[in-house]
Every structure is written in structure tokens, then in C-alpha cells.
């Protein structure tokens, strides 16, 4: 089967603009998940979607980030202005329903913010 | 909240040498156990988890780890790392009935030949 995909794999763009990322998750899994990774810290949690429901977006660090999933299928998520700070890689997940744990990640989308 | 605590920034080793990674994790409740794995290009993979039961847990590729509740502990070890064991490694908790995952800074493992 195919995995998660993830797209770009790289973007660079100024502060101040805005930047689509987009993750389509293995056909039928329901749960989506984004994480991200800044400057070599840890990977944290931004939120979780259920199908087109966001079960969990404790993790979404300002409003300037917003998370969609249309039809319950890909995801995008939109930085909006993009600051310094937002640089780093952002992964995606999924998981089928009942699959508990059995993530699959996307390679990563490394976004640069000069 | 919870925390993932890896001491481990930068291990250097050379093949057949034993490997052990610590984790250690901040966490008042019951939680799930991972140990991920990054190889140089490639996505983050699952390596082994701990959800119950036996607290030494085997994984893919040779790797274990064992869960140590009383010390708060999730260390992942392999008697004898080859030079394809070269990747970052990430220790990861969740509590029992969220499946967000809290993620550890990551061990870069370099294995010279």
C-alpha cells in the first residue's frame, strides 16, 4: 500500500508569508495526525483528526496555524504569517481506526522561514 | 503534563559494540511506551512497543527495551549494533486513552564499521 505522503518536502519562504502544507494519509485510515520538529528538539503533537473532526488540537502553538481536513481525506495545514520560529519539520500520521498505535508517518515537510 | 527525558544526544560506537539508549519519562498515570526510529533519509518507523504485561519487550531488527515503572524508565538496547543501525532514535509515551504522542529530544547513534 502506499504510505503518507507529504508535500513539499522542502519550502523556504519569508516572514510574513503564507505556506500550505499538505499530508494524504494512507486510503481509509481515519485518524490524522500532525506533529513537528523544531531546530533538533523533540517531535511535539499538534493535533489529531477523526475523519474531517478534530479530536485533539491542544498541541496547535498560535492561530496563525490552521489545520483542515476536507471530506475526511488529505489534510492541509496553513501557517499564516509565517514567523521565524515556525522553521523546522512537520510530520504527518496516520492510523486506521481501532489501529491504536500503528502509526505511519510521512517523511516530513522541512520548512524554512527566512 | 507529560515529559520525555533522552540523555543521550550523540552516541558514537563502533560495530558489534552493545548499545544502550536511556529514556526516561515524567508521567503520573499509566502510559504506552515506543521506541521510533529515523534512518538518514527515510520516516520515522516504529522500532518496539510497551503497552502491558512482560516489561521486556523485543522489537525489529535485534532491539529490546525494558520498562522499569518504578524508575520511570523505557531503555532500548541491542547487544551488538551493525553500521546499518546508523539513524536517529526517539522515545515516545502516551497516556492510556490519548493517542497523542510525547516525544523525547532524539539520539543520534553513529555506528563506524
Known amino acids: 500500500e502506499a504510505g503518507v505522503t507529504q508535500f513539499p518536502s522542502h519550502s523556504v519562504i519569508e516572514k510574513g508569508q503564507t505556506v500550505t502544507l499538505r499530508c494524504d494519509p494512507i486510503?481509509?485510515?481515519?485518524?490524522l495526525y500532525w506533529y513537528r520538529r523544531v531546530m533538533g528538539k523533540e517531535i511535539k503533537f499538534l493535533l489529531h483528526f477523526v475523519k474531517e473532526s478534530k479530536q485533539d488540537e491542544s498541541g496547535m502553538p498560535n492561530n496563525r496555524f490552521l489545520a483542515e481536513r476536507t471530506g475526511g481525506t488529505y489534510s492541509t495545514l496553513k501557517v499564516q504569517p509565517a514567523e521565524l520560529e515556525d522553521s523546522g519539520v512537520y510530520f504527518c500520521?496516520?492510523?486506521?481506526?481501532?489501529?491504536?498505535?500503528?502509526?505511519?508517518f510521512g517523511s516530513g515537510t522541512r520548512l524554512t522561514v527566512v | 503534563a507529560q515529559s520525555v527525558s533522552q540523555h543521550n544526544h550523540h552516541v558514537i560506537l563502533s560495530e558489534a559494540a552493545s548499545l544502550e539508549l536511556g529514556c526516561n519519562y515524567s508521567?503520573?498515570?499509566?502510559?504506552?511506551l515506543f521506541w521510533y526510529v529515523q534512518y538518514p533519509g527515510q520516516h520515522l518507523q516504529l522500532l518496539l512497543k510497551?503497552?502491558?504485561?512482560?516489561?521486556l519487550v523485543k522489537g525489529i531488527k535485534g532491539f529490546e527495551a525494558e520498562f522499569i515503572k518504578s524508575k520511570f524508565s523505557f531503555n532500548l538496547r541491542k547487544p551488538s549494533v551493525q553500521w546499518s543501525d546508523t539513524a536517529e532514535y526517539f522515545c515516545?509515551?502516551?497516556?492510556?486513552?490519548?493517542?497523542?504522542?510525547?516525544f523525547g529530544s532524539g539520539t543520534r547513534l553513529q555506528v563506524q564499521p
Open positions: 510497551y503497552f502491558s504485561g512482560d516489561p
Open positions: 500520521a496516520s492510523s486506521p481506526t481501532g489501529g491504536g498505535y500503528g502509526y505511519t
Open positions: 486510503s481509509g485510515h481515519d485518524n
Open positions: 515516545a509515551v502516551a497516556s492510556v486513552g490519548r493517542r497523542a504522542l510525547t
Open positions: 508521567y503520573g498515570g499509566t502510559v504506552n
